[in-house]
């Protein structure tokens, strides 16, 4: 006995401790009693882990999400508890070590519910961040159900950073997360990338190193492997949705569970007119930035992650601004969002660094000329110059105004001064006319460049 549940027996053991499955005493159910030891939950960091998972399953009501049974207790010895579902059925690591890889088609399904369980977990504000064959269970019925939260974050936190060790292992950890930098939920969409390439080779992307620091390196710099290299029944359709779920650039990977899910299927959910036979989509795409990116600019008012550049099959090329301060194209200044792009344009990124259309082209060499015409700009729009923080609007106003203020404020107090404090007059006259001359300076300069 355990608090008021009696031990059936130990279902599963790992370094932080033991899952049992157990008996409520007072209502008879059968609950899986997760067990986190002592040594473990001394160290703040972890018992803040396990006070989380409880956190995160309480927000959950899901039937493919393990839900939490009662409150966590711990005992005498200092031991953690954490009464949960009992889920009937075995993980996709056990199955697989049973019955080798899953057919194509099977994959794809197995996939489809996974998919529709993480949407889930994202839409409640939440990451899993160590999705994982052995943390999905296969239930007899034919459905799935996610399981140990322990290392979940909620998404609406400003840090996502690993806590002082590698979170994830056996290949499923994302770049991201290698590198110990914030995440978001594109990090379990890497994870199901990983999950969707060992589905359908019975093999780990990258297994574990005889070290963590090794571990991070094997996923932040060796190539991901070809799963029909593996297993070469499988298809390109399959292979290309496996290396675009785990691209290292986040901009390139399917942004959303949903977005993933469509695309096993055939439904490109950014425009049908860019997808082959095959149902995946024909984009290319490049990332512009000033790191980890395809077209490196080395200007600091240029964003990390500044631009996406695509080209579909019909030769339409598109910018996509996602930087912090804004791109200029013909004059025109774009943020967050996007317009089709000519060989004729004038790119400015952040208002000061040009992208040259031969740039573009030496790295999308099968690059078409678009044959859709540019649409028209807004008319009456002016040429805005972009400062690294976005805030050329809010500059040009407030000098502005200090301009106009200045000189005001210098002549009242010239004309208040100037019998009494012939000095104090002297200098408020030389500050209006010094701000006079400023603003006008300003002026003719903002006007030069519109």
């Known amino acids: 006995m355990i608090g008021k549940y009696n031990i059936i027996k130990e ?4 370094g932080m401790g033991c899952v049992y499955d157990a008996t409520d005493t007072t209502t008879g159910s059968r609950v899986a009693l997760k067990m986190v030891k002592n040594s473990i939950t001394c160290d703040p960091e972890m018992r803040q882990l396990f006070i989380v998972e409880a956190d995160t399953l309480r927000k959950m009501h899901h039937p493919s999400v ?27 690591s056990q199955y697989v070590a ?4 899953f057919s194509e088609l099977d994959a794809l399904q197995l996939m489809d519910k996974i998919l529709q369980a993480v949407g889930y977990v994202h839409s409640v504000g939440c990451i899993h961040r160590d999705i994982k064959p052995s943390n999905i269970m296969l239930k007899p019925d034919g459905n799935v159900c996610i399981i140990d939260f322990g290392i979940a974050k909620d998404a609406r936190t400003s840090t996502g950073h690993t806590v002082g060790r590698i979170i994830g292992t056996d290949g499923y950890m994302s770049p991201e997360q290698a590198a ?13 990338g990983c999950l969707l390439h060992y589905i359908v080779t019975g093999q780990n992307a990258f297994n574990k190193r005889s070290n963590d620091q090794e571990t991070r390196m094997a996923i932040l710099h060796e190539q991901f492997p070809s ?11 399959t292979q290309d949705i496996i290396y675009k779920a785990v691209d290292r650039n986040m901009l390139r990977r399917f942004q959303s569970a949903e977005e993933f899910r469509k695309a ?8 049908d007119s860019t997808r082959g036979a095959t149902g995946v989509s024909l984009d290319k795409r490049i990332t512009v930035g000033r790191q980890n990116a395809d077209i490196l600019k080395n200007n600091p008012r240029v964003s990390r992650s500044h631009a996406i550049i695509s080209v579909n099959a019909a030769g339409v090329v598109r910018f996509e601004d996602t930087s912090g301060n804004g791109t200029i194209i013909n004059g025109n200044k774009i943020h967050h969002t996007s317009v089709v792009i000519t060989p004729n344009d004038t790119i400015l990124l952040a208002g000061e660094e040009p992208l040259p259309w031969s740039e573009i082209e030496r790295h999308l060499p099968s690059l078409v000329t678009p044959q859709t015409p540019q649409p028209p700009r807004p008319s009456g729009q002016r040429n ?15 000098f502005t105004v200090l301009s106009f203020l200045i000189p005001i404020v210098g002549f009242i107090l010239y004309f208040t001064w100037k019998d009494s404090y ?13 701000g006079f001359n400023s603003g006008f300076i300003f002026t003719i300069i903002m006007n030069s460049t519109m």
Do not use: W
């Not at 805005?384 to 407030?398: A, K």
């Open 11 to 14: 279902i599963g053991r790992g």
């Open 66 to 92: 393990v839900t939490i049974c009662d409150e966590p207790f711990s005992d005498n010895d200092g031991n953690f508890y954490l009464p949960m579902e009992f889920v009937e059925g075995e993980t996709i």
């Open 98 to 101: 049973k019955y080798g890889a």
């Open 180 to 192: 110990g930098l914030n995440i978001d939920k594109r990090t379990d969409i890497y994870s199901l």
């Open 227 to 237: 799963a029909m290299q593996i297993n070469p029944s499988l298809s390109q359709r």
């Open 264 to 271: 096993l299927y055939g439904s490109d959910p950014i425009t």
């Open 384 to 398: 805005i110059s972009v400062s690294v923080d976005d805030n050329e609007d809010h500059l040009s106003v407030g």
């Open 422 to 434: 012939p000095g104090k007059a002297r200098t408020a006259i030389s500050m209006a006319i010094a």
